[in-house]
Nanobody, 126 residues
Framework: QVQLVESGGGLVQAGGSLRLSCAAS????????VGWFRQAPGKEREFVAA????????GYADSVKGRFTISRDNVKNTVYLQMNSLKPEDTAVYYC???????????????????WGQGTQVTVSA
């Protein structure tokens, strides 16, 4: 079993930055692929960013490309999502998810992830 805990959410003004963390405990290794997803009130969950477990390849939704950066620290078993130039439309609950199936491709489908965190609220004021 793997437990994921997100942190780093909060309230920020438009144009500001936040760094989200996703810390893993339990069965952990460097071979976990991680995705960040978000869900705004009344909307479907959507893919934000992901990093593969082989090669560390990253992928981003078009809406965040150039503003968000996903990275990992295998020593700390933590994946980060650095969010810059935040916009009010980035307001949502952000979730991290993990999978251990080996893949060199970025996984954008939430249904392909096995473990999920509880989410952290990000609110961007205009």
């Amino acid at each position: 079993q793997v437990q994921l805990v997100e942190s780093g959410g909060g309230l920020v003004q438009a144009g500001g930055s936040l760094r989200l963390s996703c810390a893993a405990s339990g069965r952990t290794s460097s071979n976990w692929a991680v995705g960040w997803f978000r869900q705004a009130p009344g909307k479907e969950r959507e893919f934000v960013a992901a990093i593969t477990n082989i090669g560390g390849r990253t992928g981003y939704a078009d809406s965040v490309k150039g503003r968000f950066t996903i990275s990992r620290d295998n020593v700390k078993n933590t994946v980060y999502l650095q969010m810059n130039s935040l916009k009010p439309e980035d307001t949502a609950v952000y979730y991290c998810a993990a999978r251990f199936q080996v893949s060199r491709s970025v996984t954008t489908n939430g249904n392909e992830y096995t473990y999920w965190g509880q989410g952290t609220q990000v609110t961007v004021s205009a």
